[in-house]
């Protein structure tokens, strides 16, 4: 499950900059005007490496530390069905996770190298894995609308013009589709269930409406996004085009089983164009720099799993192997 | 055929598998490497999944209560679970080394149950048995690989399996119907599964360079098959069944 990428000035700035060939650079973007994907090994600009990069690395962190809030439910679910659904659900995370650090390690970067990124700071990961699961209700709330939303972005993402990141995402919305049917299916239920089960539910709905406002990033006013990354289709559609989408997909399936948002200006308005009220972008913010409720936590125990299990890793190891970008 | 006697196996059976569930799926996150997390929630899938067919015979043959009740309503007494699936994930050391030693029994048990003459535990077995193969290569492709890795790897193999075989042996501790299943040619009997399963495991353990632990008759922990328990179960049990009791009842 992954939100979406956005710059900060600096970086966006240095986007517009480039030397490289220009003969090269025509080449490589007629080629994506071509609608052909680029592949490994292949020339490609040094900041198309790089965004790029970033955005898998990102969205593989997402996937990982996705599973923290979500794992912790495992063993609480409430009966055979649910428990084997998200254990096969958290599974397909972590999987995506590897697929994703095997995407972007064609891009010359090491799983080790981007796990130490993950968990020094320098590399970030989807916003809302940093909110609590306070309840069960939080793992349906997660598994249908943080799973729809990952959807929309991913399915966009597909699109792209990075041939192992689309071939990994294809197979992430795949599986994503069948998360959100087990999401969807448990909110149902919590919804047209007992009266203690649709206030738990409520409860969980009015924490999680902010962040997945929050989820597809800041608003396109302020969103320093290039034009570059759009035409070398690193990235396909602005956060606001693609939060729209997911409201107008979803704010429907919410609201007919009896479930009420926390925004009294929510509405779609004549052009198609869902208002809100402001969510805080200053939480966003917040947040993204490492002081929301769970940023601690999270990387607390994904330094855990990777401190005290080195030994098994060094053990794996064999000296004399050299490692070797993987073609796809 | 004993009906006592066939449920008291259903339910040792499907209370290790449920329990052993348990541990392994804490596992989700937070393993070694990627690849571990995926192995180890793939094991609490078909763990999870044999209990929960274990019960659904007892459901379906013997007029017992639905899986969901057997394994969410229970006293921590009632449960029927060797210790050695109880106890918590600790290290990754542990872990891997209780898997080792149970699916090896689990492996032998299920290959014996394929001949039971309680055709619906014959049946099931045909198909766990198969699933159990793949924990066993997994486990012993790890066993090995980390007792002939480095010094510190090897050296921590070899105490996770001095510390597990106690409860191990304890996987075997016969019920008061171990006669009668014998007899009526349900189950093999523990002390024959004892027996494959120490041959199984001690070659398997000296081709890993490790020494196999000589474990006294008295240090064996006996108990769970009888309801007497570690401390960690009756948490564990409290957490599996903390949604469910917020609202006794409620369909989720």
């Known amino acids: 499950m992954y939100g979406n990428t956005h710059l900060t000035e600096e970086e966006a700035k240095r986007l517009n900059v480039t030397d490289e060939d220009p003969e090269k650079l025509a080449a490589f973007e007629a080629k994506i005007d071509r609608g052909e994907k680029i592949e490994p090994g292949e020339w490609m600009p040094k900041e198309y490496r790089k965004q790029l990069l970033r955005m898998i690395e990102q969205h593989a962190h997402s996937e990982i530390v996705g599973a923290l809030p979500e794992g912790t439910w495992i063993t609480r679910a409430p009966n055979f069905r649910r428990k084997l659904a998200l254990i096969a659900k958290v599974q397909d995370e972590v999987g995506h996770g590897q697929m994703l650090y095997s995407a972007a390690e064609t891009l010359g970067k090491t799983r080790e190298e981007m796990l130490n990124d993950l968990m020094n700071g320098k590399s970030k990961y989807s916003n809302v894995f940093n909110y609590p699961a306070n309840t069960w209700a939080d793992i349906a709330v997660i598994g249908f609308l943080v799973d729809a939303a990952a959807i929309v972005n991913q399915t966009i993402n597909s699109k792209g013009s990075y041939g192992p990141y689309c071939r990994a995402l294809e197979r992430i919305c795949y599986e994503e589709a069948f998360h959100l049917k087990q999401g969807h299916d448990n909110f149902v239920y919590l919804a047209t269930g007992t009266p203690h089960q649709r206030a738990m539910l409520q409860e969980a709905m009015n924490r999680w409406y902010r962040p997945l406002i929050h989820f597809f990033g800041p608003p396109d006013r302020n969103s320093k996004h290039s034009e570059k990354l759009m035409k070398w289709k690193v990235k396909l559609a602005s956060n606001d085009a693609m939060r729209n989408q997911f409201l107008d997909m979803y704010v429907s399936k919410i609201q007919e089983v009896g479930i009420t948002l926390p925004d009294p200006n929510l509405h779609k308005n004549a052009d198609g164009i869902w208002e809100f009220s402001d969510p805080d972008w200053d939480e966003f913010k917040r947040v993204s720099g490492g002081d929301g409720p769970c940023n601690k936590e999270r990387l607390e125990v994904r330094r855990y799993a990777e401190m005290a299990h080195r030994w098994v890793r060094e053990a794996l190891m064999n000296p004399s192997d050299k490692y070797k970008i993987p073609l796809a | ?252």
């Open chain 2, 1 to 252: 055929m004993n009906k006592e006697a066939i449920k008291e196996l259903l339910y040792k059976m499907g209370d290790d598998a449920l329990i052993i569930g348990h541990r392994n799926s804490e596992w989700t996150g937070i393993g070694p490497l990627l690849e571990e997390d995926l192995a180890f929630a793939s094991m609490a899938q078909d763990k999870v999944g044999h209990a929960q067919a274990l019960y659904q015979i007892s459901h379906e043959v013997l007029g017992d209560k639905d899986p969901d009740t057997i394994a969410f309503q229970r006293t921590e007494k009632e449960f029927k679970c060797c210790q050695l699936v109880e106890l918590p994930i600790g290290e990754y050391d542990f872990s891997l080394v209780r898997h080792f030693l149970f699916d090896h029994a689990e492996l032998i048990r299920y290959e014996m149950l394929t001949a039971s003459s309680f055709k619906p535990l014959a049946q099931l077995a045909k198909k766990v048995k198969g699933e159990i193969k793949y924990h066993v290569m997994h486990a012993d492709s790890f066993l090995k690989q980390l007792a002939k890795g480095t010094e510190e790897s090897h050296a921590r193999m070899q105490a996770a399996l001095n510390f597990a075989m106690p409860f191990a042996y304890g996987i075997f501790e016969k019920s008061e119907y171990e006669d009668v299943l014998i007899k009526e040619g349900i189950f093999g009997g523990e002390e024959m599964l004892r027996e494959k399963w120490l041959e199984k495991i001690s070659a398997v353990v000296t081709a890993a360079g490790l020494t196999m632990p000589q474990v006294a008759d008295s240090k064996i922990v006996y108990g769970g098959r009888k309801g007497y328990h570690s401390k960690f179960l009756e948490p564990l049990l409290d957490e599996m069944t903390e949604v469910t009791r917020t609202d006794p009842g409620a369909e989720w």
